[in-house]
């Protein structure tokens, strides 16, 4: 018992740390996107965190098998690299042995990203998906950053803004440019004082009101011009189209929504959310023998074939996922039957050396029988 939880110790430390640096890596890259549709106005910047939240459960039940896979192989290479392994096996400490005391955790870790894949990760995108499709019904004026020139979504004008109140409906300093219409170059110029946006209640439609400001009307490069003062201007403000939202994807369906489906997609979710967790199970078992490291050869001599065996079972899965979707294979061919190649190839690395000693003591009895007969 004290042996099972030092390793179950060392992996686990282990794991937490390389899997957090995947995530903050994987994060940042996703954050960096957002932040640019932020800066662009198509994203409002108090959405930006709360999107980021939701997709974190999603992030994590990718991130994590990958962590425990390299934790195992870091912790158990440095017991190899350290001769613990070496004292271990000759206190009659089998591979075999080490193999189920890797399970424990590893069953752990499986049930944890069962819950993220099959409840909170479904949920948490679907939420994303929600805020990101209001976000598309909101009015370009509604994603404006204050204190700086901002284009509009139709790329024909620019609109700018001191500062906007806490509603984001009230705006001080409004500056509006943009093509007159599409037969000529006519350009209209319109700044105010104030401004803020109106929603019409009988007709559920949006206005941007500008108060105490004047319009200027003309074509570029020509002295003639038409100047317009005004108290009070309504601007129609076109929302979002619905027929543009995102639509509801099969990861961010509820799992007991994919059993009653019969669509190819969210069959081949379905058996994806259910993968997840057996991919954790294979890679701890495969990881065991990976991680078998001679003092001679270095600490990291396996890490990138092994990452790289990783890599190949990721994506075998993601091309069973697709071809399911497709139609070419039934789930059970395919997400199922790279699951069973990769297990049976974790068992063969497992019994590879017993193998290779049998082969050879065979071997070795075969000569020795050929030598006595020889004298």
């Not at 271990?88 to 944890?112: D, H, N």
């Not at 404006?144 to 024909?156: A, Q």
């Not at 495969?286 to 990138?304: C, D, E, F, Q, W």
Request: net charge positive; with cysteine.
């Amino acid at each position: 018992m004290i042996i099972f939880r030092y390793l179950a110790r060392e992996v686990m430390i282990t794991m937490l740390a390389v899997s957090s640096v995947l995530l903050l890596i994987t994060m940042s890259g996703r954050f960096v996107k957002y932040l640019a549709e932020a800066a662009a106005g198509r994203l409002s910047p108090d959405a930006l965190f709360a999107v980021m939240g939701y997709r974190l459960p999603g992030f994590m039940e990718l991130v994590i098998p990958l962590g425990l896979f390299i934790g195992i192989l870091l912790a158990y290479g440095r017991l190899y690299m350290q001769s613990e392994m070496t004292v271990l096996a000759a206190c009659g400490f089998s591979q075999r042995r080490l193999a189920w005391y890797t399970m424990s955790p590893a069953i752990l870790v499986a049930l944890f990203v069962a819950a993220l894949s099959l409840l909170v990760s479904p949920m948490g995108l679907h939420q994303a998906e929600q805020i990101l499709n209001q976000q598309k019904m909101n009015s370009e004026f509604e994603g404006l950053s204050p204190g700086r020139f901002n284009p509009l979504r139709s790329g024909k004008g620019v609109t700018y803004s001191d500062a906007f109140s806490d509603d984001r409906k009230q705006m001080q300093r409004v500056f509006v440019a943009g093509r007159i219409n599409q037969r000529d170059n006519g350009i209209a110029v319109v700044k105010s004082a104030t401004g803020h946006l109106y929603d019409h209640p009988d007709y559920q439609q949006r206005y941007l009101v500008l108060e105490d400001g004047s319009r200027y009307e003309g074509q570029p490069g020509q002295a003639e011009y038409r100047v317009t003062k005004f108290a009070q201007q309504a601007q129609y403000v076109k929302r979002g189209d619905p027929n543009e939202l995102r639509p509801r994807k099969s990861d961010s369906k509820t799992t007991a929504q994919l059993f009653r489906s019969d669509a190819l997609d969210d069959i081949a979710a379905l058996h994806w959310r259910f993968s997840l967790p057996v991919l954790v199970l294979v890679i701890s078992l495969m990881a065991v023998p990976l991680s078998k490291t001679n003092p001679r050869h270095g600490r990291y001599v396996k890490m990138i074939p092994a990452i790289l065996l990783y890599i190949i079972y990721l994506v075998s899965l993601n091309a069973a996922r697709g071809a399911v979707e497709a139609g070419r294979v039934s789930p059970w061919l395919g997400i199922w039957g790279v699951h069973l190649s990769f297990a049976s190839l974790a068992l063969l690395l497992m019994l590879w050396d017993g193998l290779v000693k049998k082969i050879s003591h065979r071997g070795s009895k075969g000569q020795g029988g050929d030598y006595a007969q020889a004298k």
